[in-house]
């Protein structure tokens, strides 16, 4: 980013006051200000040559200010997940005064289009730190900084993200967050959640069961943690949660939620994207469990650990307020903010990435995403086997081989996964006479291409054991209290899309469900196919500079619709 000249520095700090109000703006472009900080700053983090379209976003945005609220709280679904914007992290390094930072975006529903830029600055105003990043049809990016110059001897540094871009609908998104940081920390410490399970469903994830036994086999083996929820009106999202964190001087005591200290936990779901926040009564029940260590006025204990039998519950962080999707990747985020009793306040992050933590004393550490295992199809459901035999899928085991998609092909189960379904599905019949039921987030293969349940239609195509059959009815399961089922094939990776069949019907195993559409992003007529025209320009930019190639033999259900 180049030096502001004294209008632009106007503009910043015009908006900056803005924000710093209620930590978050989404702008309101009825005034001309916060439309031209918006487009300064777009212009100086990217290339409107190369993406013109993320201006056209903005002119959108202002064509649409005087019909929308401009500044409150996100949109939320019906299931609680909500779009979020946010710095995520924030911190000096105490040995070098090198600035970093982290901030993060997710849509609901996922997005067409989405820039991020992440600037921190000092108490004079100086850029110190900054960061871009850009992606199409997603639903989650993070942004990182780099250091500016030589770093800062202020110990108060201010973080502000600007994002613009498109949700899945083509309605235009822009807004600013912003974090200040008043004092440095090392690292917390965290002995839970960790990834400790030998073969996991999820690899590089922290693998949590719901809807389980609490002596389940796969506890230790394929999960790090497990939830026994049969008595649930709805799955439940639970995370144990026990660690600490040293500040350098003693706490302000006695604590007070919201008053000397200041929690917010969310979880970001990378599957449909948005994110969830916690209730006040859950949120209170996280604070209880917080204190003071009794050694050391330093230290900040907390300890939600997990359970180990009706008995034992333990008392984790507990999301009551959504039903959990299928298989999500979900990335927790924790931000503890305290006042010390020099009058100073202090600030320590838990964020889930899919990197390791590369500094341990910038007090902000990192940890595995969450994968909340559950299932997919009713335990009933017929698997084909390789010598043409059949099986209910409930009775397969590691080592089995079954008949796939392809003809003459057949793969390996890796493992299986089960769990109580407890909510909707559907039952979706063909012609021929097949029928299957199936939560709503599996996927299916069409005749062109994969596709979740959610989105077929009747009159659709699908692959069938004995050819292409029609969808001759989709029809709601209200209530199907039972086991669901799900298998894993060997071999599967983030560019194959895995198949097995099930009571006659060609459909995806578990990594199909993660991948499928990781693999069609590469496909560049797909990513049109999902995206406003005038963003096309902006696409072949992103494909030539991301190096993307497409891959062949593999197109959405959408391409030909």
């Not at 390094?93 to 997005?111: E, Q």
């Not at 506890?219 to 350098?248: C, M």
């Not at 003459?408 to 097949?434: F, K, M, Q």
């Not at 692959?463 to 059959?469: P, S, V, W």
């Amino acid at each position: 980013m180049t030096r502001l000249t004294n209008a632009e520095a106007k503009l910043h700090s015009y908006v900056s006051a803005l924000v710093l109000k209620k930590g978050h703006l989404e702008f309101d472009f009825n005034d001309d200000k916060q439309y031209e900080y918006a487009v300064m700053m777009t212009k100086k983090r990217f290339d409107t040559d190369k993406y013109p379209g993320l201006l056209k976003i903005l002119e959108l945005k202002k064509k649409k200010a005087g019909k929308e609220l401009s500044v409150g709280p996100m949109h939320a679904s019906a299931e609680g997940f909500q779009n979020a914007f946010g710095v995520t992290g924030l911190s000096i390094d105490p040995k070098i005064n090198l600035v970093a930072s982290t901030g993060a975006g997710t849509v609901l529903g996922g997005y067409q289009s989405l820039a991020l830029t992440l600037i921190v600055t000092d108490t004079n105003g100086n850029l110190v730190a900054q960061g871009q990043n850009y992606d199409v049809t997603g639903t989650l990016m993070q942004v990182k900084t780099v250091p500016v110059g030589g770093g800062t001897s202020s110990k108060t540094v201010r973080a502000q993200m600007f994002y613009s871009g498109l949700d899945h609908a083509g309605n235009p998104i822009s807004g600013q967050s912003a974090q200040v940081l008043y004092n440095t920390t090392a690292d917390p410490t965290m002995s839970v959640p960790v990834a400790w399970c030998t073969n996991p469903y999820v690899p590089g994830a922290v693998n949590i069961g719901l809807g389980r036994p609490w002596h389940d086999p796969d506890l230790g083996n394929r999960l790090d943690y497990i939830w026994n929820e049969t008595t649930q009106a709805h799955p439940v999202g639970k995370i144990p949660f026990v660690g600490s964190v040293t500040f350098n001087a003693p706490i302000a005591s006695p604590l007070s939620l919201n008053q000397n200290i200041l929690i917010q936990i969310y979880v970001a779901n990378s599957t449909s994207g948005g994110a969830t926040t916690l209730s006040p009564a859950d949120m209170n029940n996280v604070f209880s469990h917080f204190s003071i260590d009794a050694a050391n006025p330093n230290k900040l204990n907390w300890s939600l650990p997990g359970g180990t039998s009706a008995a034992n519950p333990g008392s984790p962080i507990v999301f009551t307020s959504i039903p959990w999707p299928t298989d999500i990747k979900a990335y927790f985020n924790c931000q503890i903010i305290v006042q010390l009793t020099n009058g100073t306040w202090a600030s320590a992050n838990i964020i889930s990435s899919d990197n390791p933590d590369p500094d341990p004393l910038d007090g902000t550490l990192l940890i595995k995403p969450i994968s909340f295992v559950w299932h997919c199809l009713a335990e009933k459901t017929i698997v084909t086997m390789a010598d043409g035999s059949k099986k209910a899928i409930a009775e397969l085991v590691a080592g089995d081989k079954v008949a796939t998609g392809a003809k003459g092909r057949n793969a390996v189960v890796e493992y299986t996964l089960r769990g109580v379904h407890i909510g909707n599905a559907l039952s979706i019949s063909t012609e021929g006479g097949h029928e299957i039921i199936t939560s709503d987030g599996h996927v299916f293969m069409t005749a062109d291409g994969p596709a979740p349940a959610s989105e077929l239609k009747v009159g659709d195509v699908l692959q069938t054991a004995d050819g292409k059959r029609e969808i001759t009815s989709i029809k709601a399961q209200k209530s199907t209290n039972g086991t669901f089922w799900n298998l894993a094939l060997a071999g599967a990776n983030s560019k194959t899309i895995s198949t097995f069949i099930g009571n006659g019907i060609v459909v995806g195993d578990i990594n199909a469900q993660r991948h499928y559409k990781e693999v069609l992003k590469n496909d560049i007529n797909w990513v049109k196919k999902h995206v406003e025209k005038f963003l096309h320009a902006d696409v072949d930019s992103y494909f030539r500079e991301k190096a993307l190639k497409p891959v062949a033999g593999i197109t959405s259900r959408r391409l030909s619709k």
